[in-house]
């Protein structure tokens, strides 16, 4: 059961960095940007290509993050700025398009083969019966950090105020004196910024791959929803919950069900992610936190 | 016709509507009015099946109809229109005519599959219902133009034609006005005399007063959710509670003199 | 690098422009650097015999596929320069797969259609080579797979044949050698594809057989970033030793999580050791044994020469040689058969197998049409190298 | 090279007859189905599956057809909570459902390694006769899909649907049944998917989930917006010129020195751009969705 948890803890705080900057974005422009996973692939590659060229990981890093943020505003302002302005169906197509594009673009670059950071090859440590790295360690420890940062700062500070205004009322925030631009623009980098994180952190752990991102597309989305949209608290209690459901399903034994002993296939782990996406938006679809998203 | 018994609706713990009762009787054409923020929209919405009350019930026809789907309310004859007429452009005059009339044949994918023969009569039937309405609505030289690239008023009159086309029984109409020019407003308001002598129950919510002493007979004022006042139009100022619905909770002089404007105008 | 990288792109996106030129393109695809000249052909044969071969030419494997074809190629030089097929010159028409199963449907049947080939040589992929030879037997064509190692292979028909062992004569193998290091009960992890699937069932089947007992197998989805819910599994059976078989994209992974997970405190035993440990970081398979194919045959020695004089490097890969032998079994039973009729190429193959020493070792083809024996090796990981124990 | 050019024109069919499913869903009703790729699955795996116990192949796709039919509605009713692009994302995870019970229930799907030696049509036929054959099949098909595709487009039901795509309330005050429209429109347009479905694993013979990765979804969204979303010749021309396209870049390697790998990067990166390149510059596509001019008075 010791497993589960620290399963949980790793996976989780993956998926809460990714899915807290997709509800950022829902909730400042009303779209669902299904790119966003990339971010985290791009987070990866960068850090790679830094560290390849003779920097430091801890810098390398810093660096991928801030490229990859100032890439996202790029792309906003030259791309989705104007694929939202033909609609919202127009710019979903679009952020798939752009998904293809920028995992055909690394694998032009550098090939399907998985890279790596050059990180040094440690044992896990016995935690309970449970094995966990001193790089997942320092990934969990990671992501809480910044999680629990990004509250404060939309809590207290004025940046924070002014994202939440534009977050409650796009249409209003301008008459209100704020500049929504420069609130979207942040929103987009620090959002991209914590999808690279994610993407560095996961290289770190295990390696970089043109997948990397959208492996984590349907958790990420699911806990999003799950979450209730735009709600940010919601969006990380609900990636940690999938991540202890993904975990649970597979650590289960079947057997009392159907006889045996029976253990899922782990090739069914995203399926959980699924499942839980598709009865979540039946059944509730105003999430576990947020506004109806019924739009008519 | 429709009888609205104490409907009660809330929005995030806020109350919309607290216990309104509204009463059309056939033929008649009835006037909604109130404040901003009264519940009048949430109202409307709650008869057509767009919203479904909380509490109380809403009979059409002496049908309940309480939190049905806005089809099966419409079907039942009641049919409503927007205050935003947000026509598509992709559509012409002509097409979203066809789109509000009721083709039973071609509406399902078996007979415009198999009886398409039956299907094109049923539609030459309703392009021909389509050229009198567009006629009689003065549009039926644009039936080939995008129906969202018009003027405001002409959607509106437009909306008003795609309903005709389904032979409404009680029209619902949400701030007809609302974007129209003055000559397209004495227009509509001839319009909408016309139907009701051929029949058409009336239901309209408006702000504009002028246009609602020339086209209801009677006012229901509607006041935080509440229903406060039923009279003639003309008794409106009269009622001392009215006035101060519109003027007493603000001390702001704009919303004095536009409240004036729209009640003295 | 940079440079390289504007050129990639900018080319990249002139490919719609260029598109109507494509279609008359046609497959030239020059095999890298040579640093010899193949020998010329004899210059009395006449005319031209066309076989075909279906080859991952791009796509994920294609580092083999340009192996495959190097094989091919020696075999064809080597034939022309004597007596050739017939009396004519044999040419291979070598076709891309792009590593996918519907491409090499497709590539197969513009063999069997256009080019009207009695045979067809290929491929790597067992998801690609059932299909292929399936559409081969229903068009009665032979079809000679020399890279794919799935047992299905047995069930694609009686023109349908291959030089490379399959995975029961693998799995019987790697169960005898586990059995003998003393271990009485295996976990077993391999890809989720025709090749891992089948490995497994040959392995545990064989192991089973001797009295040993399998505690747990699975599959796993290849592309991953993390196996460890699937190591897991293993660790948590508690086997005498753990058995895996991985390449490529996923090797590393696995092998860098079954260190952390201190799952090298046991043995593990690797299947076909050579195309994992070259990608993994050396600490993670220090130690580890495996068995793999036995590339170093005395017959083999002249062709390993051949190769490395005229591509001026060692083997990329260990099948080329397959390829190698499939091409000359293939013209020596043409000649056999003196016919381009498919029925009596596939029994004069059969024949001559009896006989044939191979560059990979002798080929005999069991009835089934596939090689019933295959020389393989036990090797352990010391120092980083992979050293026959 | 007839032979070669009979294959190409034989797979832009059977894509073509996909767009036009795709294009009633996206272009007509405005449901971006993200998981389309999951009908075609279920047609081409019923086909498989059946023809693999010797069952007639025309069995199969009924079967095919009623299971996506079914599964087409099933995913419409979704639509009527969700707004429109949560029930995108849901529809790409029913997809990636899909592809991991085809991968993961190997008893019956063959798993990883799929099913091959599907038997095609025309088996008695030599080879180029056969191609032809199977090519002029198709083209009845697709021609079939075209007409049925039209009527329902032109007609009623047509105006309704692209009435729910701008304004779905405007639509259920009109006293149309959105959720209904939605739930058959879905049903029509799997029914349609899954006959590509069989027809692809026909022909190719062989089916396995490495072709139920989204990237299929993807493709056909290309065409479909190329063509022109909404527009129902649109979509055959949109599909004819991807196909080419796609199919074409094949042969990258031949006129670019780049490796393998970077050969595939390219094909897919091809597709991504011209979809990117239309939806910013030319969102209505090449032949773009016409507002029908005004019946004439009788």
Same mark, same amino acid.
């Given at each position: 059961?010791?497993?589960v948890?620290?399963?949980?803890?790793?996976?989780?705080?993956?998926?809460?960095?990714?899915?807290?900057?997709?509800?950022?974005?829902?909730?400042?422009?009303?779209?669902?940007?299904?790119?966003?996973?990339?971010?985290?692939?791009?987070?990866?590659?960068?850090?790679?290509?830094l560290?390849?060229?003779?920097?430091?990981?801890?810098?390398?890093?810093?660096?991928?993050?801030?490229?990859?943020?100032?890439?996202?505003?790029?792309?906003?302002?030259?791309?989705?700025?104007?694929?939202?302005?033909?609609?919202?169906?127009?710019?979903?197509?679009?952020?798939l398009?752009?998904?293809?594009?920028?995992?055909?673009?690394?694998?032009?670059?550098?090939?399907?083969?998985?890279?790596?950071?050059?990180?040094?090859?440690?044992?896990?440590?016995?935690?309970?019966?449970a094995?966990?790295?001193?790089?997942?360690?320092?990934?969990?420890?990671?992501?809480?950090?910044?999680?629990?940062?990004?509250?404060?700062v939309?809590?207290?500070?004025?940046?924070?105020?002014?994202?939440?205004?534009?977050?409650?009322?796009?249409?209003?925030?301008?008459?209100?004196?704020?500049?929504?631009?420069r609130?979207?623009?942040?929103?987009?980098?620090?959002?991209?910024?914590?999808?690279?994180?994610?993407?560095?952190l996961?290289?770190?752990?295990?390696?970089?791959?043109?997948?990397?991102?959208?492996?984590?597309?349907?958790?990420?989305f699911?806990?999003?929803?799950?979450?209730?949209?735009?709600?940010?608290?919601?969006?990380?209690?609900?990636?940690?919950?999938?991540?202890?459901?993904?975990s649970?399903?597979?650590?289960?034994?079947?057997?009392?069900?159907?006889?045996?002993?029976?253990?899922?296939?782990?090739?069914?782990?995203?399926?959980?992610?699924?499942?839980?996406?598709?009865v979540?938006?039946?059944?509730?679809?105003?999430?576990?936190?947020?506004?109806?998203?019924?739009?008519? | 016709?429709?009888?609205?018994?104490?409907?009660?609706?809330?929005?995030?713990?806020?109350?919309?509507?607290?216990?309104?009762?509204?009463?059309?009787?056939?033929?008649?054409?009835?006037?909604?009015?109130?404040?901003?923020?009264?519940? /009048?929209?949430?109202?409307?919405? *709650? *008869?057509?099946?767009?919203?479904?009350p909380?509490?109380?019930?809403?009979? +059409?026809?002496?049908?309940?109809?309480?939190?049905?789907?806005?089809?099966?309310?419409?079907? +039942?004859?009641?049919?409503?229109?927007?205050?935003?007429?947000?026509l598509?452009t992709?559509?012409?005059?002509?097409?979203l005519?066809?789109?509000?009339g009721?083709l039973?044949?071609?509406? !399902?994918?078996?007979?415009? +599959?198999?009886?398409?023969?039956?299907?094109?009569?049923?539609?030459?039937?309703?392009?021909? /219902?389509?050229?009198?309405?567009?006629?009689?609505?003065?549009?039926?030289?644009?039936?080939?133009?995008?129906?969202?690239? +018009?003027?405001?008023?002409?959607q509106?009159?437009?909306?008003?034609?795609?309903?005709?086309?389904?032979?409404?029984?009680?029209?619902?109409?949400?701030?007809? !006005?609302?974007?129209?020019?003055?000559?397209?407003?004495?227009?509509?308001?001839?319009?909408?005399? /016309?139907?009701?002598?051929?029949?058409?129950?009336?239901?309209?919510?408006?702000?504009?007063?002028?246009?609602?002493?020339?086209? *209801?007979?009677?006012?229901y004022?509607?006041?935080?959710?509440?229903?406060i006042?039923? *009279?003639?139009?003309?008794?409106?100022?009269?009622?001392?509670?009215?006035?101060?619905?519109?003027?007493?909770?603000?001390?702001?002089?704009?919303?004095?003199?536009?409240?004036?404007r729209?009640?003295?105008? | 690098?940079?440079?390289?990288?504007?050129?990639?792109?900018?080319?990249?996106?002139?490919?719609?422009?260029?598109?109507?030129?494509?279609?008359?393109?046609?497959?030239?695809?020059?095999?890298?650097?040579?640093?010899?000249?193949?020998?010329?052909?004899n210059?009395?044969?006449?005319?031209?015999?066309?076989?075909?071969?279906?080859?991952?030419l791009?796509g994920?494997?294609? #580092?083999?596929?340009?192996?495959?074809?190097?094989?091919?190629?020696?075999?064809?030089?080597?034939? =022309?320069?004597?007596?050739?097929?017939?009396?004519?010159?044999?040419?291979?028409?070598?076709?891309?797969?792009?590593?996918?199963?519907?491409?090499?449907?497709?590539?197969?049947?513009?063999l069997?259609?256009?080019?009207?080939?009695?045979?067809?040589?290929?491929?790597?992929?067992?998801?690609?080579?059932?299909?292929?030879?399936?559409?081969?037997?229903?068009?009665?064509?032979?079809?000679?797979?020399?890279?794919?190692?799935?047992?299905?292979?047995? #069930?694609?028909?009686?023109?349908?044949?291959?030089?490379?062992?399959?995975?029961?004569?693998?799995?019987?193998?790697?169960?005898?050698?586990?059995?003998?290091?003393?271990?009485?009960?295996?976990?077993?992890?391999?890809?989720?594809?025709?090749?891992?699937?089948?490995?497994?069932?040959?392995?545990?089947?064989?192991?089973?057989?001797?009295?040993?007992?399998? #505690?747990?197998s699975?599959?796993?989805?290849?592309?991953?970033?993390?196996?460890?819910?699937?190591?897991?599994?293993?660790?948590?059976?508690?086997?005498d030793?753990?058995v895996?078989t991985?390449?490529?994209?996923?090797?590393?992974?696995?092998?860098?999580?079954?260190?952390?997970?201190?799952?090298?405190?046991?043995?593990?035993?690797?299947?076909?050791?050579?195309?994992?440990?070259?990608d993994?970081?050396?600490?993670?398979?220090?130690?580890?044994i495996?068995?793999?194919?036995?590339?170093?045959?005395?017959?083999?020695?002249?062709?390993?020469?051949?190769?490395?004089?005229?591509?001026?490097?060692?083997?990329?890969?260990?099948? =080329?040689?397959?390829?190698?032998?499939?091409?000359?079994?293939?013209?020596?039973?043409?000649?056999?058969?003196?016919?381009?009729?498919?029925?009596?190429?596939?029994?004069?193959?059969?024949?001559i197998?009896?006989?044939?020493?191979?560059? #990979?070792g002798?080929?005999?083809?069991?009835?089934?049409?596939?090689?019933?024996?295959?020389?393989?090796?036990?090797?352990?990981?010391? =120092?980083?190298?992979?050293?026959?124990? | 090279?007839?032979e070669?050019?009979?294959?190409?024109?034989?797979?832009?069919?059977?894509y073509?007859?996909?767009?036009?499913?795709?294009?009633?869903?996206? &272009?007509?009703?405005?449901?971006?189905? %993200?998981?389309?790729?999951? %009908?075609?699955?279920?047609?081409?795996?019923?086909?498989?599956?059946? $023809?693999?116990?010797?069952v007639p192949?025309?069995?199969?796709?009924?079967?095919?057809?009623?299971?996506?039919?079914?599964?087409?509605?099933?995913?419409?009713?979704?639509?009527?909570?969700l707004?429109?692009?949560?029930?995108?994302?849901?529809?790409?995870?029913?997809?990636?459902?899909?592809?991991?019970?085809?991968?993961?229930?190997?008893?019956?799907?063959?798993?990883?390694?799929?099913?091959?030696?599907?038997? &095609?049509?025309?088996?008695?036929?030599?080879?180029?006769?056969?191609?032809?054959?199977? %090519?002029?099949?198709?083209?009845?098909?697709?021609?079939?899909?075209?007409?049925?595709?039209?009527?329902?487009?032109?007609?009623q039901?047509?105006?309704?649907?692209?009435?729910?795509?701008?304004?779905? $309330?405007?639509?259920?005050?009109?006293?149309?049944?959105?959720?209904?429209?939605?739930?058959?429109?879905?049903?029509?347009?799997?029914?349609?998917?899954s006959?590509?479905?069989?027809?692809?694993?026909?022909?190719?013979?062989?089916?396995?989930?490495?072709?139920?990765?989204?990237?299929?979804?993807f493709?056909?969204?290309?065409?479909?917006?190329? &063509?022109?979303?909404?527009?129902?010749?649109?979509a055959?021309?949109?599909?004819?010129?991807?196909?080419?396209?796609?199919?074409?870049?094949?042969f990258?390697?031949?006129?670019?020195?780049?490796?393998? $790998?970077?050969?595939?990067?390219?094909?897919?990166?091809?597709?991504?751009?011209?979809?990117?390149? %239309?939806?910013?510059?030319?969102?209505?596509?090449?032949?773009?969705?016409?507002?029908k001019a005004?019946?004439?008075?009788?």
């Amino acid at each position: 059961m010791v497993e589960v948890l620290v399963d949980t803890a790793v996976r989780g705080s993956i998926i809460a960095l990714l899915a807290v900057g997709l509800t950022l974005i829902q909730g400042t422009l009303r779209f669902a940007n299904v790119a966003h996973v990339e971010f985290a692939t791009l987070g990866g590659y960068s850090a790679v290509a830094l560290t390849g060229a003779g920097l430091g990981l801890l810098l390398s890093s810093a660096l991928g993050v801030a490229l990859v943020a100032v890439l996202a505003v790029v792309l906003y302002r030259l791309l989705f700025r104007r694929l939202l302005r033909s609609g919202p169906m127009i710019a979903l197509i679009g952020s798939l398009a752009l998904a293809i594009v920028i995992r055909a673009t690394l694998q032009l670059l550098y090939g399907s083969r998985p890279r790596y950071l050059p990180t040094p090859l440690e044992r896990g440590i016995d935690f309970h019966g449970a094995l966990i790295t001193p790089s997942q360690i320092r990934l969990v420890c990671i992501s809480l950090g910044l999680l629990a940062l990004l509250a404060l700062v939309l809590k207290f500070t004025s940046l924070g105020r002014a994202v939440r205004a534009v977050a409650a009322n796009p249409e209003l925030a301008d008459v209100s004196g704020l500049n929504r631009g420069r609130v979207v623009d942040i929103v987009w980098m620090l959002s991209a910024g914590l999808a690279a994180v994610s993407g560095i952190l996961l290289s770190i752990d295990s390696a970089v791959g043109i997948e990397l991102g959208f492996n984590l597309l349907l958790p990420v989305f699911a806990a999003a929803i799950v979450g209730g949209l735009g709600s940010i608290a919601g969006a990380v209690i609900a990636a940690y919950a999938l991540a202890c459901a993904e975990s649970l399903v597979l650590q289960i034994d079947w057997g009392a069900i159907v006889g045996g002993t029976h253990h899922l296939e782990v090739g069914y782990r995203p399926a959980v992610g699924f499942a839980l996406l598709v009865v979540m938006l039946a059944f509730r679809p105003q999430g576990l936190m947020g506004r109806a998203v019924r739009r008519g | 016709m429709l009888v609205v018994e104490g409907i009660k609706k809330h929005f995030a713990g806020i109350a919309a509507l607290d216990g309104a009762s509204i009463e059309v009787r056939a033929g008649e054409s009835v006037g909604l009015v109130g404040p901003n923020g009264s519940g /009048k929209s949430t109202a409307l919405n *709650c *008869c057509s099946g767009f919203e479904r009350p909380d509490a109380g019930r809403v009979l +059409l026809l002496g049908k309940d109809v309480t939190g049905k789907e806005p089809w099966d309310v419409a079907k +039942l004859g009641l049919v409503r229109t927007f205050q935003h007429a947000n026509l598509p452009t992709k559509m012409s005059v002509m097409d979203l005519m066809l789109a509000g009339g009721h083709l039973v044949r071609g509406e !399902t994918i078996r007979h415009s +599959l198999v009886s398409w023969k039956r299907v094109r009569e049923e539609e030459a039937d309703a392009v021909d /219902k389509a050229w009198s309405i567009l006629e009689r609505i003065k549009l039926d030289k644009l039936a080939g133009h995008p129906g969202g690239k +018009l003027s405001g008023g002409q959607q509106k009159l437009l909306s008003l034609g795609m309903a005709l086309m389904g032979d409404p029984k009680i029209l619902m109409l949400d701030e007809p !006005t609302a974007g129209v020019n003055p000559s397209l407003r004495v227009e509509l308001a001839e319009h909408l005399r /016309k139907l009701q002598t051929e029949g058409v129950t009336l239901l309209t919510v408006e702000h504009d007063m002028r246009f609602i002493s020339d086209v *209801c007979d009677r006012v229901y004022v509607l006041d935080r959710g509440a229903i406060i006042a039923s *009279c003639a139009p003309a008794e409106l100022s009269d009622h001392p509670e009215v006035l101060e619905a519109y003027l007493g909770r603000s001390g702001s002089r704009a919303v004095v003199e536009s409240a004036d404007r729209r009640t003295l105008s | 690098m940079h440079r390289r990288r504007i050129k990639a792109r900018a080319l990249g996106l002139a490919v719609p422009l260029v598109l109507a030129l494509s279609l008359s393109a046609c497959g030239s695809d020059d095999s890298g650097k040579k640093k010899a000249d193949l020998p010329s052909a004899n210059t009395s044969l006449e005319g031209e015999f066309k076989i075909g071969a279906v080859l991952p030419l791009t796509g994920t494997n294609a #580092t083999i596929g340009k192996d495959q074809q190097r094989g091919i190629e020696l075999a064809v030089a080597k034939i =022309n320069e004597g007596d050739g097929v017939m009396g004519k010159k044999l040419v291979v028409d070598i076709e891309d797969s792009q590593g996918t199963a519907d491409a090499a449907i497709q590539a197969a049947k513009k063999l069997v259609s256009v080019a009207q080939v009695p045979a067809v040589i290929g491929e790597y992929s067992s998801g690609n080579s059932i299909p292929m030879q399936q559409y081969l037997e229903s068009q009665s064509v032979v079809g000679v797979n020399p890279g794919s190692s799935s047992i299905e292979l047995r #069930t694609t028909g009686s023109l349908q044949f291959s030089t490379i062992g399959l995975d029961d004569v693998a799995g019987a193998f790697t169960a005898d050698a586990l059995w003998d290091k003393g271990y009485e009960s295996i976990a077993i992890l391999a890809p989720n594809n025709s090749y891992g699937t089948g490995i497994v069932s040959s392995v545990s089947d064989a192991f089973k057989e001797l009295g040993g007992t399998v #505690t747990t197998s699975g599959v796993y989805t290849e592309g991953q970033s993390d196996y460890r819910q699937e190591l897991n599994r293993l660790k948590d059976s508690k086997p005498d030793a753990y058995v895996i078989t991985t390449y490529g994209k996923d090797g590393t992974v696995i092998n860098k999580e079954i260190y952390e997970l201190g799952m090298t405190d046991q043995p593990v035993f690797d299947i076909y050791l050579s195309q994992d440990v070259p990608d993994a970081d050396p600490k993670s398979v220090e130690g580890r044994i495996g068995m793999d194919v036995n590339s170093t045959s005395e017959n083999g020695q002249a062709y390993a020469d051949f190769y490395e004089k005229t591509y001026g490097e060692k083997f990329i890969s260990s099948f =080329n040689g397959y390829a190698y032998d499939a091409t000359m079994m293939l013209a020596q039973a043409i000649n056999k058969a003196n016919a381009a009729d498919p029925e009596a190429i596939a029994a004069a193959l059969t024949e001559i197998s009896k006989t044939y020493e191979g560059v #990979t070792g002798p080929i005999v083809l069991d009835p089934d049409g596939q090689r019933s024996e295959q020389p393989y090796v036990i090797a352990e990981v010391k =120092n980083g190298e992979i050293v026959p124990q | 090279m007839v032979e070669y050019l009979l294959g190409v024109g034989i797979l832009a069919a059977v894509y073509a007859i996909n767009a036009l499913s795709l294009n009633l869903q996206v &272009g007509v009703t405005g449901l971006l189905n %993200f998981g389309q790729v999951a %009908f075609v699955g279920i047609g081409a795996y019923s086909v498989a599956i059946l $023809d693999s116990h010797d069952v007639p192949w025309i069995v199969g796709f009924l079967v095919g057809a009623v299971l996506a039919g079914a599964a087409g509605a099933l995913v419409g009713r979704l639509g009527r909570t969700l707004a429109s692009d949560y029930w995108a994302i849901a529809t790409l995870a029913l997809a990636e459902l899909v592809r991991l019970v085809a991968l993961n229930q190997d008893g019956f799907t063959g798993g990883a390694q799929g099913l091959s030696a599907v038997s &095609g049509i025309w088996t008695g036929m030599s080879t180029t006769a056969r191609e032809a054959a199977t %090519f002029a099949t198709i083209v009845v098909v697709l021609g079939i899909a075209y007409l049925v595709a039209r009527r329902v487009r032109n007609g009623q039901y047509g105006r309704v649907l692209v009435l729910i795509r701008e304004n779905p $309330d405007l639509a259920a005050s009109l006293r149309h049944n959105v959720v209904s429209a939605k739930v058959r429109v879905m049903a029509l347009s799997a029914v349609m998917a899954s006959v590509c479905g069989g027809f692809y694993a026909m022909y190719i013979s062989f089916i396995g989930p490495g072709q139920l990765l989204p990237f299929a979804t993807f493709l056909i969204f290309t065409m479909v917006v190329v &063509g022109g979303l909404g527009n129902t010749t649109g979509a055959v021309v949109g599909a004819v010129l991807i196909t080419v396209l796609y199919d074409g870049t094949r042969f990258v390697r031949d006129w670019i020195d780049v490796s393998a $790998d970077q050969a595939a990067g390219i094909r897919i990166l091809v597709i991504g751009v011209v979809l990117l390149g %239309f939806l910013l510059v030319r969102t209505e596509g090449l032949v773009p969705e016409k507002v029908k001019a005004a019946h004439a008075r009788r």
